[in-house]
């Protein structure tokens, strides 16, 4: 709530105080809610910084509710306001059949409670948390990231992969690095060494090693791949 006036203060002090004593407090606190400790947004924010040289736009496939989205925005807002940012995502958690390969394929227990994360967001959601965040920058494609298809001229020069399965890392892999500037980089994340979501981490391996290029791994998990610059 804005707090620019002495009536408005009044208001927000009545509102919080009321939460606070109300089976509702836990969504009045401030809560840390990246899945990125603050080295990992740091390391973000230099990858991103390193990736705007190169032209074209900016892509998160899977953005959940939209923290990063909000976090790397108010950060592209400073410093290139012109360029679009993208996000994918079913706003309903895992697909049934990127679950069904992690469990057929990649020996996954189908009941373990991972597979059942992210289900309680929508588009809504997600539009009303960059609107109160002043973002308008944002395009979203509700789908998929295995089915939707992008206009034919969108390039990038940054995409973030966080869609955690093997089978949509995939899918994000393919669809972004088809779509990357001579320069530019992805970033997938879930890339540390014994995790539930290690289907990224392999399908970073596998595509790096198809393209004949080298992978880093910064800030212990996150995965970063470099198109080579056109000399
Ligand atoms: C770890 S969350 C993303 C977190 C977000 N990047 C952040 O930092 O706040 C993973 C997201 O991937 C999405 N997702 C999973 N499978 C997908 C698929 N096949 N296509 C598109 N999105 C998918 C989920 O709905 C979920 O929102």
Redo the contacts with the bound molecule.
Sequence with gaps: MATDSAFATFLDRLARTALFYSPLRHFSLYRYR???SPTQLGALIALVDEARRAPGDFA??????????AFLNRHLDEVCPDRRYLV????????PA?VNAEVTARGKRADDRAFRK?TV?SRRVFEATMQLNGIHRVDIVA????TVALPPARRFCFG?V????YA?SV?ALNLLWSRLSPGGLLVV?DCQANHVYDGSRQALEEFARAQGLPFEIRASKLGVLRKPAVP
Excluded: H, K, Q
């Design positions: 990246y899945a990125f998160e496939v899977g953005c959940y509710r939209g923290y990063t989205t994918i995502d079913t706003f309903g958690g895992f697909t990127s992210f967001n789908g998929d990231v295995a973030l966080d869609v955690d399965l949509p899918a994340d």
